[in-house]
């Protein structure tokens, strides 16, 4: 934590484990369709990522039943990459394996693909619009979401350019967003437990929180889950979110839901 009781500015999230029941078949969508490398698979854990970096990590378990609708647990998983030719490369990559969007969206800040792995959980592949950009209003950060131009997006892709070529150097996980019971609970939490500030929320429906003035890190909404308890951690889904900071000792800690959260040295 930094002196003023914030989490570290230079916070950045870390890697994101699921519980998944065909391990095989979801190793195989994150390396085909959203084009992670596989770098190591032992212990029946198979981790992807860019470069050296760990983006998500799949710990098989066949017995996992499936989440339940309405439960709490994961929305979405974000893969933040470099830039906007590199979601051009992205949406042609899930196109070119054969798998279909289930929305793009412009958020102001932002421009994103959505699409759900073969077990449902939500992907977000985005880039970031420069941060000189973005506006604030009495509520907080201005974030939208309307329809995506994606021919914009596809112009972005210089002529005769190489197309994918592996998720590029600096791809990582930007922010996580969890099904939560009670926005306002969850808004609570990250406060006291990791200080992280809020950037803006959606009515009582949904809240995004960071640090150091990012967009979100962490975002929580209750659209298909308000009410939901805490999530049975042997189903599949979410097994734990990973928050990278400097200084201070590392720790776990489980929210009011029970999503796990790890925070490890940068």
Known sequence: MAENGSIDPGTSMGAVRLRVADLERQRDFYRDAIGLAELSAEDGVVRLGSGD???????????????????????????????????????QRVADAGWHLTGASDHLVSEALYLTDPEGNGIEIYADRPREKWAFEN???????????????????????????????????????????????????WHSALALDTMAKYGSQAVFLSSGG?????????????????????????????????????????????????TVAA
């Open 139 to 189: 509520s907080g950060l201005k974030m939208a979401t309307i329809r995506l131009d994606i021919p914009a997006v596809l112009a972005d892709v210089p002529a005769g350019d190489a197309g994918w070529k592996g998720a590029p150097d600096g791809t990582v996980i930007g922010h996580v967003h969890l099904r939560v019971g009670d926005p306002a609970e969850a808004e609570r939490w």
């Open 53 to 91: 970096r760990s983006i998500v990590e799949l710990v098989g378990d066949p017995d996992a039943p499936p989440r339940p609708r309405g439960t709490s647990g994961l929305f979405h998983l974000a893969v933040l990459v470099p830039g906007r030719p590199d979601l051009a490369r992205a949406l």
């Open 214 to 262: 990012y967009h979100h890190h962490i975002g929580a909404n209750s659209w298909h889950s308000a009410g939901a308890g805490r999530r049975d951690p042997e189903r599949a889904g979410l097994a734990w979110v990973e928050l990278h900071s400097r200084g201070g000792e590392p720790a776990e800690r489980s929210d009011p839901w029970g999503t796990v959260v790890r």
